[in-house]
């Protein structure tokens, strides 16, 4: 699988530019600055593209799930907000490998040639057993993949707001040791068998509730876009990251208005590696 560090262009839905104007016209600013190639996805149904986007395998291949979230679905006013993937997919011309299996993208991190997801999928795959489906996802997606536990206070149950790749065989890991000790074990315990592991960690006086969202920052090519909110964890994020990219450009873009309602810059686009002799079509 092709992980974001290798991409080259980005990708947004169209609801980004109108419920939150501010959010990507900096985005886009940033973007525009760099000449990384920017795009809209056309007929999404909601803002949050990673989690219905395909995943790319290689150059000319994207593994297209199905996308049946249990956050919406249980609530029958907010279906409407599913997003045909597959639709979506054949519109930008993609050429899909279709899985029958529910995944959300934003529980796909691709790192090296391995991906890390939580174990929620077993939840959103039922009737089968987790030794069927670890085959199965393993298959479908053509490269090993690590499961950490899901954290059931966390309805989403997405690996991105979770870990981010460093390399091809590091991994950044955000703060849960600043308040679920036990859960933080668990994931290190899990993950430290296949990567090294770094942390991210705020020494404030009164931590904010939503500093979790320094892990979901943007990654392509050597661009890293890092979540700003205007708390006092900001300036720490911002030195840690740099301190783990050193080789990596870091601009910053405050996501307030979006991070309340539950999700961060990687949620927010799709990246994909385009071939330069394509990139102009």
């Known amino acids: 699988m092709i992980p974001d560090y290798q991409a080259n262009s980005v990708y947004v839905s169209l609801w980004l530019q109108k419920d939150y104007k501010e959010v990507y016209t900096n985005l886009i600013t940033i973007l525009s600055k760099y000449n990384i190639n920017h795009q809209i996805i056309p007929d999404t149904k909601d803002v949050w593209c990673r989690d219905y986007m395909p995943l790319q395998l290689d150059e000319d291949r994207f593994l297209c799930y199905r996308y049946m979230p ?77 499961f950490i536990p899901w954290d059931r206070y966390e309805i989403y149950g997405h690996s ?76 720490q994020a911002l030195t840690q990251i740099r301190q783990y990219f050193p080789d990596d450009t870091i601009e910053q873009v405050n996501i307030t208005s979006l991070i309340k309602h539950g999700g961060g810059l990687n949620c927010v686009t799709w990246c994909r590696y385009i071939p330069s002799t394509h990139l102009g079509d």
């Open 160 to 235: 991105d707001g979770v870990v981010k790749p460093i390399s091809d065989s590091a991994v950044l890991m955000t703060n849960y040791h600043d308040y679920d000790d036990s859960y933080a074990e668990e994931v290190v315990k899990r993950l430290s068998k296949k990567f090294n592991l770094e942390f991210l960690s705020y020494q404030v006086r009164k931590p904010n509730r939503l500093n979790w969202a320094y892990i979901n920052f943007l990654t392509v090519k050597n661009l890293i876009v890092l979540p700003c909110l205007g708390i006092e964890e900001d300036q």
């Open 70 to 146: 249990d956050y919406l679905l249980k609530n029958s006013c907010n279906r409407r907000y599913i997003t045909d993937s597959l639709e979506v997919s054949q519109k930008m011309g993609l050429p899909i490998k279709e899985s029958s299996l529910v995944i959300d993208g934003g529980n796909v991190v691709k790192v090296g040639d391995k991906v890390i997801m939580t174990e929620k999928v077993f939840a959103e795959n039922p009737g089968v057993s987790s030794k069927w489906l670890k085959r199965k996802l393993q298959n479908h997606l053509e490269c090993e993949v690590v």
